[in-house]
């Protein structure tokens, strides 16, 4: 069975940071390219970064772009996002996402991140 569980958020201040895990279990992680989203209050589904398998090549939306970075330790199975500088707008509910064929086709749990002073 295939699951992912996220950890790692949490209340912080403006400009301050969190890294966020996920955990894979029930596949072969290393073989898959892996993807952060999140949904803030009120708003639909929003990419943020991706990571593919194998040399781990990432991307990022404009976003989060220059503050934000997606890593990968396929020896633990395990996806990070190390978030810095973060900003009130960065306030959402953040989910790992596998990357199937024709998209995301599991996602965990969710994990809350909270900017505000």
């Known amino acids: 069975e295939v699951q992912l569980v996220e950890s790692g958020g949490g209340l912080v201040q403006p400009g301050g940071s969190l890294r966020l895990s996920c955990e894979a279990s029930g596949f072969d992680f290393s073989t898959y390219g892996m993807n952060w989203v999140r949904q803030a209050p009120g708003k639909g589904l929003e990419w943020i970064s991706g990571?593919?398998?194998?040399?781990?090549?990432?991307t990022y939306a404009d976003s989060v772009k220059g503050r934000f970075t997606i890593s990968r330790d396929n020896a633990k199975n395990t996806l990070y996002l190390q978030m810095n500088s973060l900003k009130p707008e960065d306030t959402a509910v953040y989910y790992c996402a596998r990357r199937g064929f024709e998209g995301p086709d599991y996602w965990g749990q969710g994990t809350q991140v909270t900017v505000s002073s």
């Open positions: 990571i593919n398998s194998g040399t781990g090549g990432s």
